[in-house]
C-alpha cells in the first residue's frame, strides 16, 4: 500500500533490491572496498568487524561482483556455527572436491585444490567467512594450517573474515597468536562510522523505482502532491 501512496514502483529500502551498481558510496564501504581490492592480490588475511546490519555482506556482495571470474575465484561461506568436520565438509564443497578420508584427507584435498586454482589455473581463491564471530577456537587453528604452502613461503589464496566487533577481542586471545603472524596476513581492523543518512536516502529516491514523490534534504520531508 506505501508503494502506491508514495508513487513507488518497488520498495528502495529493501535488501532484495539492493543493486550492486546502486550501493550509495559511504566512507567506510569506499574503505572496505579499496582494502578487499589490495588483499586480493597480497592473499594475506582481511578482518573487518561492525554491527548488525551496517552492510558487510552487501560490500563482499558488491566486491564479488566487480571481480574477474577468469582471474579470481571467490567462495562465501556464512554458516560459521559448526564444527571443525563440518567446516572442512563446506570447504570441500564449496571448491568442488570429495569430503573423504577423514579430516587428514579433506584437509589436504582443500590444500590440492587451493594450489592448483592458483598455480594451474591462475585463478587465486579468495575465501570470505561471514558471521566469524561464531568460528570455534578449533577451526581458527586449523586455518592458519590451511594457510600453511611450501613450509609456510607461499601465501596461495586471501581469507576474508566479516563479523561482528567482539570477534577483534577473540582474535587477540594468546591461542591465536599465530593467526595473527601470518604473513602477509595483517588483520584490517575495520569499524563502520555512522551513515550519513541523508546523502544515503537521495541516492534512493534517484533510483527508478520514484515515479512521482520527491524527497528534500531539508528535514527529509515527502511530498507526495
Known amino acids: 500500500m506505501f508503494r502506491s501512496y508514495y508513487g513507488l514502483s518497488f520498495n528502495p529500502f529493501d535488501k532484495q533490491n539492493a543493486k550492486e551498481k546502486d550501493r550509495f558510496l559511504s ?20 578482518l573487518f568487524t561492525a554491527r548488525p546490519g551496517m552492510g558487510k555482506s552487501f560490500a563482499l556482495r558488491c566486491f564479488a561482483k566487480s571481480l574477474n571470474p577468469n582471474l579470481y575465484h571467490m567462495e562465501y561461506i556464512c554458516l560459521s556455527t559448526v564444527s571443525v568436520m563440518e567446516f572442512y565438509r563446506q570447504l ?6 570429495e569430503p573423504r578420508g577423514g579430516k587428514p584427507g579433506m584437509f589436504r584435498a582443500v590444500q590440492e585444490q587451493i594450489l592448483y586454482l592458483y598455480k594451474d589455473k591462475k585463478q587465486p581463491l579468495l575465501l570470505a567467512v561471514d558471521e566469524a564471530q ?17 613450509y609456510d ?25 599465530a593467526l595473527r603472524q601470518h604473513p602477509m596476513g595483517r588483520f584490517i581492523l575495520f569499524v563502520h562510522t555512522p551513515l550519513p543518512f541523508p546523502a544515503a536516502i537521495t541516492l534512493c529516491v534517484q533510483r527508478p ?17
Open 27 to 46: 566512507r567506510d564501504i569506499s574503505e572496505m572496498a579499496s582494502r578487499l581490492d589490495y588483499l586480493k592480490d597480497t592473499r594475506g588475511i582481511g
Open 92 to 97: 570441500c564443497s564449496v571448491l568442488g572436491v
Open 134 to 150: 561464531y568460528l570455534s577456537t578449533g577451526i581458527l587453528e586449523d586455518i592458519k594450517m590451511l594457510m600453511n604452502y611450501g
Open 153 to 177: 613461503s607461499l601465501n596461495c589464496f586471501t581469507l576474508i573474515l566479516c563479523g561482528e566487533p567482539h570477534l577483534n577481542s577473540t582474535l587477540k586471545k594468546p591461542v591465536h597468536e
Open 209 to 225: 523505482a520514484f515515479v512521482t514523490a520527491t524527497f528534500t534534504i531539508e528535514g527529509l520531508i515527502v511530498d507526495s502532491s
